[in-house]
């Protein structure tokens, strides 16, 4: 009876065990960490795109310009709306820190309050100035945070790519970030999301 239970433990053990490891693909991280250890430069200007579609199909457009800048340990990112009227000259800044212990920072300058609204860690999961995006979108992802999963190869705009899905690795991850699982689609030749 003893030996019974033993054996049937160690079977259930085991495949917790392997259960655990098949949750994170060795493969699928060693790609995300590339992708992450990829040299971007210290700085980044760039001029950006966000359209916005709603339930209708109607199109809203909001030009950005952002600047960035890797000290190293941290990364400084500032975005700036340059239209439509309504949202223009609107910033938005973040501080995104290395260390894990440490929540970013993120501030919010609304020009029509002349006001800075500090954006706490528990609204990271809130709409992005009106988007589908939330103020945990607009930070880094540490990778330790998650598990990698290697879904297929394929094609985009005639570039192989990898297809990995990312799901948090626990509760407070999936609880910060409001997803359960998120897709990238990584380039081969560069590693570019």
Same mark, same amino acid.
């Given at each position: ?10 079977? &259930? @053990? ?11 693909? #060795? ?5 995300? $960490?590339?992708? =992450? ?8 200007? $760039?001029?950006?795109?966000?359209? !916005?579609? %709603?339930?209708? @199909? ?5 030009? &950005? ?14 975005? *700036? *709306?340059?239209? #439509? ?11 995104? /820190?290395? =260390?894990?212990?440490? %929540?970013?920072?993120?501030? !919010?300058?609304? #020009? ?15 709409? *992005?100035?009106?988007?589908? *995006?939330? +103020? +945990?979108?607009?930070? =880094?992802?540490? &990778? ?6 290697? &879904? ?15 799901? #948090? ?19 081969? =030749?560069? /590693?570019?999301?």
């Amino acid at each position: 009876m003893n030996t019974k239970k033993l054996l049937i433990g160690f079977t &259930l @053990g085991l495949s917790i065990l392997t259960i655990h490891a098949l949750a994170d693909d #060795p493969i699928a991280r060693s790609i995300m $960490q590339k992708v =992450d250890a990829r040299d971007d430069g210290k700085t980044l200007e $760039q001029d950006m795109l966000m359209v !916005l579609i %709603d339930k209708n @199909g109607k199109k809203r457009n909001r030009n &950005l310009h952002t600047y960035s800048k890797d000290f190293g340990v941290d990364e400084h990112q500032i975005l *700036f *709306f340059k239209s #439509p009227a309504d949202v223009k000259n609107t910033a938005f800044l973040t501080y995104d /820190y290395d =260390d894990v212990n440490k %929540d970013d920072d993120q501030w !919010l300058y609304l #020009p029509a309050l002349k006001k800075v609204k500090r954006i706490p860690s528990s609204d990271k999961r809130s709409s *992005f100035m009106g988007s589908d *995006f939330s +103020y +945990y979108d607009m930070t =880094d992802r540490d &990778l330790s945070d998650y598990n990698y999963k290697l &879904l297929k190869e394929t094609k985009v705009r005639g570039h192989d790519a990898w297809m990995i899905e990312a799901t #948090p690795r626990n509760k407070k991850v999936m609880k910060e970030s409001g997803y359960k699982k998120t897709i990238a689609i990584v380039r081969k =030749d560069n /590693y570019v999301v």
